[in-house]
């Protein structure tokens, strides 16, 4: 894996970059890095720094998240949607989204429900906030600088403390929605989410299941106490994803993604 650039050197680079939040194995952006391996499209990887202000980055593209992927001279994709289109326009094999109008529609609704407002991803953060925000400021005190990076974070995902209360439920639905689904294309002889192949929700779903149970060490190294944050340990709630929706997660990466995660 090359080096990371940052913005000035990016700037300067013709192709596809991809801007990525350096050290931290994010659903989104690995997602997006899973996207462009499939499709044998390599990419300059540029820093961005999580919950610092990245200027440059801003002033480049018009933004300060990660991931943003840029081709050519192109605006910056932001948006996973925009993402898989701007994968299957540069590269259209392996197609990564199904050629079934009714398959590609069910395709876009799942992955929303992993990436998209309310999803997946975006619950387990209201959660992951709840447990910093949520602490007496004998703990944490109000003037502490992470408190302030956290309420930061938080604005960007509506968090209030009825958000994170429901977030639980809506993760557990997701959850069991995605189990039934490959339950069913179980049923039915077929290996992956949606269709008769591998399409972009199968590495949606690889990427964000990091969210419920990461990957072991040896294959995505993570600060330990990132690991336990990441990870559901509440029964209940841990029982909504299947056995089966994991070990698809475990398949996806053995047969169409790099491993170990380079972060």
Same mark, same amino acid.
Not at 9 to 33: D, I, N, Y
Not at 223 to 235: F, K, L, N, Q, W
């Given at each position: ?39 044998? &499209? ?10 610092? *202000? ?5 002033? @480049? ?18 948006? @996973? ?5 701007? *994968? ?12 079934? &109008? ?32 949520? &602490? ?27 958000? *994170? ?99």
């Amino acid at each position: 894996m090359p080096d990371w650039l940052d913005v000035a050197q990016a700037r300067q680079l013709p192709g596809l970059r991809l801007v990525l939040s350096a050290g931290v194995p994010g659903p989104w952006g690995e997602a997006a890095k899973g996207l462009f391996f499939v499709k044998s &499209l390599p990419y300059a990887r540029v820093r961005q720094a999580p919950g610092e *202000a990245n200027a440059e980055l801003r002033a @480049w593209t018009g933004f300060d998240n990660a991931p943003q992927a840029i081709w050519q001279d192109e605006p910056a994709r932001i948006a @996973w949607p925009e993402l898989i289109f701007l *994968a299957e326009r540069l590269a259209p094999e392996p197609a990564l989204i199904p050629p079934s &109008l009714a398959e590609r529609a069910q395709m876009f609704g799942l992955a929303h429900e992993l990436a998209g407002e309310n999803g997946l991803g975006w619950s387990r953060r209201l959660m992951m906030l709840e447990g910093t925000l949520s &602490l007496p400021a004998s703990v944490l005190p109000e003037a502490h600088p992470l408190r302030a990076q956290v309420q930061t974070l938080g604005r960007k995902y509506g968090y209030s403390q009825a958000a *994170a209360q429901a977030a639980p439920a809506r993760v557990a639905g997701i959850l069991r929605l995605l189990s039934d689904q490959l339950a069913e294309q179980q049923r039915r002889g077929r290996r992956f989410l949606v269709g008769e192949r591998l399409s972009a929700l199968d590495l949606y779903w690889a990427a964000f299941a990091a969210m419920v149970s990461p990957l072991p060490a040896d294959q995505c190294a993570m600060a330990a106490g990132m690991r336990r944050v990441y990870e559901i340990t509440d029964p209940a709630l841990r029982s909504a994803c299947s056995p089966e929706l994991l070990a698809h997660r475990d398949l996806v990466y053995r047969e169409h993604l790099e491993l170990p995660i380079q972060l």
